[in-house]
């Protein structure tokens, strides 16, 4: 590992490499290490994402994320040689109550203003699309065709192979365990495999963000929380082109993987996680599966999926997801600490934002600003609020992931 580098990235999740390879690509001649204190890259909270990338948001700023994201993915084998593993099935959106098809008809014309293609969708599309549906459980759907997934690991290996490619060097087994402060900078970042001196820190650490603030001196307004997933055994049925689908009155999602079906929900008792009062080696792999959670959210989604019932588990998936008070990213520079960027927060957008982070942060650090204004996203935003109250406030809005009135998913 080099003593000293320009740009050091902590962590190799998406949101990391993502920033390494914008970084890069940019030819600079600055050097760029990647630093992962586990054995892989995207071993953590990356591979346990669903990956869905869809384009409905109630921030106009969070659709042009997620449509930079999907044009980078869709050129990015082309561009790069390594595949990221977009499926572009598009994504059905289900409406179990008459509350809730009437929202997804009002969004149409805010959608198509926003330049993301929609329709609300006939029986015909929807057992063409999903043929394992039962439609007499629905009321009706809004398609929206652009929409897609990616494996998230395979497309956070692939930003990672295209950094290296390019120049950056990726360190595993390399736990940073400090931070040197010097005339209020950032001038060394201390690892367990020795020290790497550096003008520039990028903290890109997902639910440990807050350990690394800490080393800072700076308290972060997010909160990992844990989040439930399952993969049932394959299905003969289900055909090549099924799309992401959600049904937000059930708080549920649901789309392929490995031949059967990976759903998930957003508990509407989320479980904090704070990797600050855990054991230093504590892991996403320490999360042991709550099979009620799981076993709850198959009984709501059955009568929509009757297969369901008739699949095993095959397995089960926990990871963390980061929520923040205003369901916001945290993007930008450290309050009190100068050359230190932090990013985090993904609130269960952070595969689909991945292309505009690493973005931002890239041209943040090389030309001090970027085309889109993220200043709604800065770390600070929060500063002197109760702490209580904040952890109150992102339970609130992981819980309420998929409510009529959600920041995150409606466009209202």
């Known amino acids: 590992m080099k003593g000293e580098a320009d740009i050091i990235i902590i962590g190799a999740g998406i949101w990391g490499l993502s920033t390494a390879y914008h970084l890069a690509r940019e030819q600079t001649g600055r050097s760029i290490v990647v630093v992962e204190r586990n054995a892989a890259v ?11 990338i869809g384009q409905l948001r109630s921030d106009p700023l969070m659709v042009s994320a997620v449509r930079y994201t999907l044009e980078l993915l869709t050129g990015f084998k082309e561009a790069t040689g390594h595949d990221p593993g977009l499926m572009l099935t598009g994504s059905l959106h289900l409406a179990q109550c008459n509350e809730r098809m009437a929202s997804f008809e009002s969004q149409l014309d805010h959608a198509g203003s926003l330049g993301i293609e929609a329709q609300i969708t006939d029986g015909a599309l929807i057992g063409e699309l999903a043929p394992a549906i039962r439609q007499e459980e629905i009321v009706g759907a809004l398609y929206v065709p652009g929409d897609g997934y ?15 490619d390019l120049g950056a060097e990726i360190v ?20 367990s495999i020795g020290s790497i001196a550096t003008q520039c820190v990028v903290a890109t650490v997902g ?15 997010m909160l990992p929380i844990r989040l439930q997933q399952a993969r049932t055994a394959p299905d003969p049925g289900i055909p090549a082109h099924h799309p992401v689908v959600r049904i937000p009155d059930q708080s549920c999602y649901l789309r392929p993987e490995e031949g059967g079906y990976l759903f998930g929900t957003f508990d509407d008792e989320p479980m904090a996680i704070d990797p ?18 799981i076993a709850g959210a198959r009984q709501r989604l059955a009568p929509v999926f009757p297969v369901l019932d008739q699949l095993d588990i095959a397995q089960f998936r926990q990871g963390m997801i980061t929520c923040t008070p205003d369901a916001g990213y945290i993007v930008g520079p450290a309050s009190s ?19 505009s982070v690493g973005r931002w942060l ?15 996203f800065t770390p600070s935003r929060f500063k002197g609020r109760d702490a209580d109250s904040l952890r109150e406030e992102c339970l609130h809005v992981c819980s309420s992931y998929y409510a009529l009135n959600s920041v995150t998913y409606s466009l209202s």
């Open 362 to 376: 890239s041209d943040l650090i090389l030309r001090g600003d970027c085309t889109d204004d993220i200043s709604s």
């Open 276 to 293: 600050r009062e855990k054991p230093a080696n504590f892991a996403t792999g320490d999360i042991k599966p709550d099979e009620k959670i």
């Open 150 to 164: 990616v494996d998230a690991r395979a497309c956070a290996q692939a930003y990672g192979n295209a950094a290296r």
């Open 42 to 52: 995207a071993d953590e909270t990356t591979q346990q994402a669903a990956g869905q």
């Open 207 to 221: 639910p440990w963000a807050g350990r690394i603030a800490e080393m800072a001196g700076l308290t972060l307004p």
């Open 172 to 191: 595993v087994n390399a736990e940073v365990t400090g931070l040197q402060i010097s005339n209020g900078s950032v001038s060394c970042v201390e690892t």
């Open 337 to 355: 600490v100068e050359d230190l960027w932090i990013a985090t927060g993904c609130g269960g957008m952070g595969i689909a934002g991945s292309g």
